[in-house]
């Protein structure tokens, strides 16, 4: 059922481009003052056509989907708006038990406003020709097949896509934060409560903010009926993803939305940037931040990280060498916090963007700690090394919706289909 379901909502999720006429980031991306200190609170929304999803049971198409602004709090604690998409489920719910909601981490977009999820979704592909710049809604599919299930689907756009401030790209407690007050958010539009199941799904930088938030749950948001997450090719370990993207690889220069991001939020980490970055780096560095994935791709393809530095260095070579940057890498380690849910780890074996070994090292890391993991190897034979597109968003795909699925494994978890210990394949 699954792969049919996949198959028929892949021509509805076609995408359309819409030409921005005008900034796509408007008023309603900007919080009040004062905001609301509640993390998960609803703060507005806004009605949004989507195109990208299957008719309704009763025929309506497009549906009505929400755009929606909501509270989160940042690494610090402080409370900051979120966007995202919310889409009310319009069939019935295939599972057993209560409708669930899922919560969509996307992978990675970008770090330009325009480049929030929210902005593509309704018609799945938003252009921008004053700054020569397209933003896919990469989670097109999988939010339309959720919904074609029966699911209500939140997908979020983390912190400082589209809302004010620079998004903290890959920052393990605000992406983890930016999921679990989805989840309260989905579930206050729902007015369903806190007993409803929820699960998470996220691919890439996705499955990082999804790991993250599995482990951060019990503590954070322990209200929620978290019941499993899906966590594929997770960027659990940044010093191996940096390592591994900046060996020649068409998103190279994805690596500068983590070093604008933590320089944003640890200020004390600026001074090493301007001793180590060449002017010309410095102006890439901002260049990028108003860029979206597509634009690395089509712009700065295979851009590595010795092109920034005075001495023709990676920069990960510079961040070994200083401990104030090493360390704040590796407290974004993801692994040292069971989570008290099931989890599903997958990872390619030949992915050349999100290092295999790194992903294996999150599951063996919680395993130890008792925690319930899945972990299954994708063995898609390596293509154009150092393409990113054939081995790794590839096996999102396959890991996804084809055989011994990230779907069924859900919707087993959903369904009440018992599961403990760890099984490693």
């Known amino acids: 059922m699954i792969s049919a379901t996949v198959a028929a909502v892949a021509v509805m999720t076609w995408p359309v481009a819409t030409v921005a006429g005008a900034a796509p980031v408007d008023g309603f991306y900007v919080p009040p003052s004062p905001l609301d200190q509640t ?78 999820m929210s902005v593509a979704f309704s018609t799945g592909l938003y252009a921008d020709p004053a700054k020569l710049s397209l933003s896919a809604n990469q989670e097109a599919v999988s939010a339309a097949t959720w919904s074609s299930l029966g699911a209500r689907v939140f997908v979020t756009d983390y912190i400082g896509l589209g809302t004010p401030g620079i998004h903290t790209y890959a920052n393990r407690v605000e992406q983890a934060h930016a999921v679990l007050d989805a989840a309260r958010a989905a579930n206050a539009l729902a007015g369903s409560g806190s007993a409803t199941p929820v699960v998470f799904w996220g691919y890439s930088q996705g499955g990082g903010a999804v790991a993250a938030a599995a482990e951060l749950q019990p503590s954070y948001a322990p209200e929620l009926n978290l019941e499993g997450t899906w966590a594929g090719a997770p960027t659990a370990d940044l010093m191996a993803v940096i390592e591994q993207i900046d060996d020649i690889n068409l998103i190279g220069a994805a690596t500068a939305y983590a070093v604008n991001g933590f320089v944003d939020r640890n200020p004390d980490i600026g001074k090493y940037v301007d001793e180590l970055v060449t002017p010309q780096g410095r102006e890439l560095l901002a260049s990028l931040s108003d860029t979206c994935i597509a634009d690395v791709i089509t712009k700065y393809p295979f851009t590595q990280t010795s092109v920034l530095t005075v001495d023709g260095r990676p920069v990960l070579e510079h961040i070994r060498e200083i401990p104030e940057v090493a360390d704040l890498l590796r407290h974004q380690r993801i ?39 899945t972990f299954r190897t994708n063995t898609l034979p390596p293509i154009l090394s150092g393409a990113a597109l054939p081995n790794h968003l590839s096996p999102a795909y396959i890991d996804g919706y084809g055989p011994d699925s990230a779907m069924s494994y859900l919707l087993d978890r959903l369904n009440g289909v018992p599961l403990s210990g760890c099984s490693l394949h």
Request: glycine letters at 12%.
């Open 39 to 116: 993390p998960g609170t609803v703060v507005r929304t806004e009605p949004l056509p989507i195109f990208t999803t299957p008719p309704a049971a009763n025929g309506d198409w497009p549906i009505t989907g929400q755009r929606v602004l909501y509270t989160s709090r940042n690494q610090y604690g402080d409370a900051v708006a979120v966007s995202g998409t919310y889409i009310e489920a319009t069939h019935p719910w295939q599972g057993t038990g209560d409708r669930p909601t899922v919560v969509i981490a996307p992978g990675t977009s970008g770090q330009g406003d325009h480049c929030a």
């Open 335 to 373: 692994g040292a916090i069971a989570p008290s849910s099931p989890v599903l780890i997958t990872s390619a074996i030949n992915d050349d963007t999100v290092p295999y070994g790194q992903a294996r090292q999150l599951a063996d890391d919680w395993c130890a700690q008792g925690a319930t993991v």
